[in-house]
């Protein structure tokens, strides 16, 4: 599975950005338990989980620091993930990666080669 991670930019706190990540290869519904993935790595901080999803049922989970304000989905048919982030934070500024769980054990063997999001104040 390859990943390939777009969308990201420079945005004035408040604002909304839009980030893709399209998935290529092996097709994510062609692993029972699969699961995509958001992370997110600040200078100077270990990289952390954002937001993930189930691929079949569309189940959603997201960090404590993005809930409410970012939403993650997917399009099973063009095998692409989004990630809608509003009311954007100068601390939401880091490098997001999209990531692959193809069998639902939250080890992610496959990343995309990252984005870059940052938030003026």
């Known amino acids: 599975v390859q990943l390939q991670a777009s969308g990201g930019g420079l945005v004035q706190a408040g604002g909304s950005l839009r980030l893709s990540c399209a998935a290529s290869g092996r097709a994510l519904n062609s692993f029972s338990n699969s699961v995509m993935g958001w992370f997110r790595q600040a200078p100077g901080k270990e990289r952390g989980f954002v937001a993930g999803?189930?691929?079949?049922?569309?189940?959603?989970n997201y960090a404590d620091s993005v809930k409410g304000r970012f939403t993650i989905s997917r399009d099973i048919a063009k095998d692409t993930m989004y990630l809608e982030m509003n009311s954007l934070k100068p601390e939401d500024t880091a490098v997001y990666y999209c990531a692959a769980d193809p069998d639902g054990n939250s080890v992610y063997p496959f990343w995309g080669q990252g984005t870059q999001v940052t938030v003026s104040s």
């Open positions: 999803i189930r691929w079949s049922r569309g189940v959603a």
